[in-house]
């Protein structure tokens, strides 16, 4: 909590001392917007250099990044304090794919339609990044780049025991475990904590069991037979195959990638972005892994969705330009090249066909299809919250301090409870 609240007390002031001056140190003639994202790697350097070419186009325009926590929890964190607070800047948000309607519930940012002068159409842009960017059948956000949960195998390992990639649940359980067996460390890494992994890891396990979070009509189905069958699944991976380490209770996605890359383990669940990490000349595992879309209890799995998409702050004083700087942002040009600086996916799937990207990015052009398959988590305003919910109940199932029936139903109660709660406030928000 205090490494959080470091982060939103420094760079509170930014945004708001950007707002009072106006940008007093402009050149004349010319206006600044703020366009706020991550860190995280070579994430600042690619989103800079895309804003320079921006700006060398549109000389009445200057971009300024304002470069935020890596952390996704910090950031929201961030935004929130500044959104509420009705800063016009930053201008342009860059937003994790679970916050749009949150963001957009709350009027903070502005309908793409709103902005552009009507929606525009996106044929090739990815069907879950899509849904994940509309509130109430309104596109609130554009799709940027993607990420979706892939199931990295050692191929040295599999080829030592004369076995193939695993094509089921069941598969890669008997796998792990004879990996294990056969000196492995450890079979099958993922992501146990309690934080937003965990659900993700819960979800891709509830949809390769064919169970649902939410049901179209809002319903809430976490109490279901798919879904205990997929909480059992998670738990018996460390408690009865041991498959999995109890260790794996502790991990987030950076320890999960150095055990994997120090050869410690057969699979490993995790995003695209481990895949250069672990090529990297002089890395242990360098050669020796291989990627494939997560597997079900049939056959292929579904992949949690993550990624970023690009909003417009509905206090922005420069609605116009920054439409015009978002449209830059988000043509072919530059998600290419950003993909390329960054490692990335990009959201626009008519890019995975191109010569240039396909040749500089085999690994994320191979996985277009689990790209496609991916699936966005339950989309709803009051989504941090179903998700800590969801991450607590699942975690004691995972640790022994509930069983499986009692987390789900308490899982369940506590989630229509929340959702009735937002619809009252939302109703009385409107009656207002």
């Given amino acids: 909590m205090r490494r959080v609240l470091l982060h939103a007390i420094i760079p509170l002031s930014l945004p708001l001392a950007l707002a009072a001056c106006g940008g007093s140190d402009r050149p ?96 090739s842009m990815a ?47 008997r796998l792990a475990t004879a990996g294990v067996r056969a000196g492995v460390r450890y079979g099958y890494l993922w992501q146990g904590s309690k934080y937003e992994g965990l659900a993700v890891n819960f979800f891709e396990a509830v949809w390769g069991h064919g169970g649902e979070i939410l049901g179209e009509d809002g319903s809430v189905r976490v109490d279901s037979p798919a879904n205990r069958r997929a909480l059992r699944f998670l738990r018996d991976l460390i408690a009865r195959q041991r498959a999995s380490p109890r260790a794996v209770l502790t991990f987030t996605e950076e320890p999960t990638r150095q055990a994997f890359q120090q050869g410690d383990a057969v699979f490993m669940r995790n995003w695209p972005y481990a895949f250069r990490l672990m090529n990297a000349p002089g890395s242990p595992t360098a050669g020796k892994f291989e990627v494939m ?16 998409v690009l909003a417009i702050n509905r206090r922005t004083r420069h609605p116009e330009e920054a439409w ?55 989309v709803s305003p009051a989504y941090p919250a179903l998700s800590e919910i969801i991450q607590i109940h699942v975690s004691r199932a995972l640790t022994g301090q509930e ?30």
């Fill in 293 to 308: 879309p997560l597997v079900g209890v049939e056959g292929p799995g579904a992949a949690a969705l993550g990624g970023g």
């Fill in 127 to 173: 069907p879950g990044m899509l849904e994940a960017s509309r509130y109430r059948r309104r596109l609130v956000a554009l799709p940027w780049y993607l990420d979706a949960g892939l199931l990295y195998y050692r191929t040295d390992v599999l080829e030592r025991l004369g076995e193939t990639p695993p094509r089921s649940t069941a598969d890669l359980v």
């Fill in 28 to 123: 004349p003639g010319t206006l600044t917007l703020v366009v706020a994202g991550g860190s995280s790697g070579t994430e600042a350097e690619a989103v800079q250099a895309e804003l320079d070419r921006f700006m060398a186009v549109n000389p009445g325009i200057r971009l300024t990044y304002l470069s935020t926590p890596s952390s996704a929890t910090e950031r929201h964190t961030l935004y929130v304090t500044w959104l509420s607070a009705s800063t016009p800047t930053p201008d342009i948000l860059n937003l994790d794919v679970v916050w749009p309607a949150e963001f957009a519930a709350a009027g903070w940012i502005l309908p793409v339609g709103e902005a552009a002068g009507g929606e525009p159409a996106l044929p």
């Fill in 403 to 432: 069983d499986v029936g009692e987390a789900l139903a308490a899982a369940q109660r506590e989630i229509e409870a929340l959702l009735r709660k937002h619809q009252a406030e939302g109703a009385r928000a409107g009656a207002g």
């Fill in 324 to 378: 015009r700087a978002v449209e830059f942002l988000l043509g072919r040009e530059a998600p290419k090249r950003f993909s390329l600086k960054t490692g990335y996916a990009p959201a626009d799937l008519s890019l995975y066909d191109d010569p240039e990207f396909r040749a500089a990015s085999p690994m994320l052009a191979r996985m277009k299809e689990a790209f496609l398959r991916a699936r966005p988590r339950p």
